[in-house]
């Protein structure tokens, strides 16, 4: 049973440009969330998926958005980066009706 | 708003020997709380999870944390270190005990281990 997975591994780009992160969740999960890590920080909550629908957000800006496909995988993008968006970026995935949430290994997004 | 303090950045502890890492947590209403453990490069292990009943948590590892409400904490313990234990823990706390309630991290505490 595959667990979360994430794609790619690491990526960097350029200020100002934009980026797509993908995520496979835990095999009959069907509530997807993002999360930022900064370096040295503990990850901070972007918003989560469910029914394709954005249903919780934190305190990110609009350039943040998402996707949740029928499948129940997703998307994170950003636009416009900025060199604070550098970090890595894990998935985590769960079952609405459930009570463990599981972790990908994470995307490493550097902005330069 | 929930909030987790993890007070100690790092922290190093000789192999064979006990560990104790804190975590406060403010949150008004019946906290749900975790631990996870994440290894240099990869993401998050969840260790344990505290929702109710009994206030000492058995978790993964050989790990255990106990839930004092009365001094807002849940601190992880461990009787004796091994050298595969060196990694960063993070406490979390949430507002329901279902899988989609946003967790609120801490910034985590580094634990070296020692010969």
């Known amino acids: 049973d595959a667990g979360v997975t994430q794609s790619p591994t690491h990526l960097i780009k350029t200020r100002g440009q934009q980026v797509t992160l993908r995520c496979s969740p835990k095999?009959?999960?069907?509530?997807v969330s993002w999360y930022q890590q900064a370096l040295g920080q503990g990850p901070q909550f972007i918003f989560q998926?469910?029914?394709?629908?954005?249903?919780q957000r934190g305190n990110f800006p609009d350039r943040f958005s998402g996707h949740q496909f029928p499948n129940y995988s997703s998307e994170l993008n950003v636009n416009a980066l900025l060199l604070g968006d550098s970090a890595l970026y894990l998935c985590?995935?769960?079952?609405?009706?459930?009570?463990?949430?599981?972790f990908g290994e994470g995307s490493w997004l550097t902005v330069v | 708003a929930q909030s987790v303090t993890q007070p100690d950045i790092h922290i190093t502890v000789s192999e064979g020997a006990s560990l104790e890492l804190r975590c406060n947590y403010s949150?008004?209403?019946?906290?749900?709380l975790f631990w996870y453990v994440q290894s240099p490069g990869q993401g998050l292990q969840l260790l344990l999870k505290?929702?109710?009943?009994?206030?000492l948590v058995q978790g993964i590892k050989g790990f255990e944390a106990e839930f004092k409400r009365s001094q807002s904490s849940f601190n992880l313990r461990k009787p004796s270190v091994h050298w595969s234990d060196a990694a960063e823990y993070f406490c979390?706390?949430?507002?329901?005990?279902?899988?989609?309630?946003?967790?609120?991290f801490g910034k985590g505490t580094r634990l070296s281990v020692i010969a």
């Open positions: 985590a995935s769960s079952l609405v009706a459930g009570n463990t949430i599981y």
């Open positions: 095999s009959g999960h069907d509530t």
């Open positions: 998926y469910y029914e394709e629908e954005e249903r």
């Open positions: 949150y008004g209403a019946t906290p749900y």
């Open positions: 505290y929702f109710s009943g009994d206030t």
């Open positions: 979390a706390v949430g507002a329901t005990n279902s899988g989609n309630t946003p967790l609120v």
